[in-house]
C-alpha cells in the first residue's frame, strides 16, 4: 500500500513532458490552419496602413478631391476623357505584369 500520490514529482514531470508535447502539436495545428488567412490578414493590413496614411494626410487628400470635384464640376468631358484613359492604362498594366514577372524572375 505504499502507492505515490497523484502529485509525486515522477507523476507531475511525465504530465508535464506530455502537455508540453500536445501544446506543441496544437501549435502547429493552429499555423498551419493559418496559413489560409494570411491573404485576407495581408489586404487588412494594407488596407489599415492605406487608412492610416489618409489621416495622416488629412488635409492634403481633401485638397486634392476638391481639385478633382472642381475639375469635373468645370471640365467634365475633358475629366471623362482622362478617366477613360487612366482606366485602358490600368487594364493594359494588368495584362502586361504577369508577363513582366516571369520575364523579370528569369532575368534573375
Known sequence: MNAD???APR?????RERLLLRSAQ????????ARVLRPAL???????GGAQ????NRS?????GAALVGAVLVRPRLMMGLGLRVWSGWQAFQRVRPIARTLWRQLL
Open 5 to 7: 500520490p497523484p502529485w
Open 11 to 15: 507523476d507531475v514531470a511525465a504530465r
Open 26 to 33: 496544437l501549435r502547429e495545428q493552429l499555423g498551419s490552419r
Open 42 to 48: 495581408r489586404t487588412v493590413d494594407r488596407v489599415r
Open 53 to 56: 496614411a489618409v489621416r495622416d
Open 60 to 64: 492634403w487628400v481633401l485638397l486634392g
